[in-house]
């Protein structure tokens, strides 16, 4: 199973996402547990929580930390 993690402070733009990963996985027959996040800390906190993500889709443009923050750190974690 691929676990994609999903990070946007808008949650309309998580939602969009979710349907497109979700009809994509579908479409080539991959089973994928998708967590979605609404901040940096919220997806570091799920990485810890739950262990590392195959893929994340992360927003540069995050409040708090930005996406650039949350990816550097998720780098020096894993």
């Given at each position: 199973?691929?676990r994609?993690?999903?990070?946007?402070?808008?949650?309309?733009?998580?939602?969009?996402?979710?349907?497109?990963?979700?009809?994509?996985?579908?479409?080539?027959?991959?089973?994928?547990?998708?967590?979605?996040?609404?901040?940096?800390?919220?997806?570091?906190?799920?990485?810890?929580?739950s262990?590392?993500?195959?893929?994340?889709?992360?927003?540069?443009?995050?409040?708090?930390?930005?996406?650039?923050?949350?990816?550097?750190?998720?780098?020096?974690?894993?």
């Open positions: 199973m691929l994609i993690g999903i990070c946007d402070d808008i949650r309309e733009e998580v939602e969009k996402q979710e349907k497109q990963v979700r009809q994509i996985t579908y479409q080539i027959g991959i089973r994928a547990d998708i967590r979605k996040c609404y901040s940096g800390m919220d997806l570091l906190m799920e990485i810890e929580l262990g590392q993500f195959d893929i994340i889709l992360l927003d540069i443009e995050l409040g708090g930390m930005n996406g650039i923050e949350t990816a550097r750190q998720i780098r020096e974690s894993g």
